[in-house]
C-alpha cells in the first residue's frame, strides 16, 4: 500500500510543479467511468464504503502511462499552470 501511496504523492508533487497536465474535465470523466465500470457492474446500487480495483494494474498505468501523458498535456500550449511554471 504504501509504495501506491508514495508514488501518488509524486504524480500529484509533479501536477503542482506544472512537470506534468490533467486531462480536459470531459476527457477525465471518461476516463473515470471506463475505469470504474469492470468493478461496479456486478454491485448492487446500495449506499456503502467500497473500495474496488486491481492494485497491480493500476500502480503499472501510474508509473508508466500516466507521466509520459501528463508531461505531453504540460507541454501543450494553453495548459494550465498549477504552480512553479512561468
Known amino acids: 500500500m504504501f509504495p501506491l501511496v508514495e508514488y501518488q ?3 500529484v508533487a509533479a501536477y503542482r510543479a506544472g512537470f506534468c497536465g490533467l ?3 470531459e476527457e477525465l470523466e471518461t476516463m473515470i ?3 470504474e465500470r469492470p468493478f461496479t ?3 448492487v446500487d446500495s449506499p456503502r464504503h467500497t473500495r ?3 492494485y497491480f494494474v493500476y500502480e503499472h498505468e501510474l ?3 500516466e507521466p509520459p501523458c501528463g ?3 504540460a507541454a501543450r500550449p494553453g495548459a494550465p499552470v498549477l504552480v512553479g511554471r512561468v
Open 9 to 11: 504523492a509524486r504524480l
Open 23 to 25: 486531462p480536459p474535465t
Open 33 to 35: 467511468t471506463a475505469d
Open 41 to 43: 457492474a456486478h454491485r
Open 52 to 54: 474496488q480495483g486491481d
Open 63 to 65: 508509473r508508466t502511462k
Open 71 to 73: 508531461r505531453y498535456r
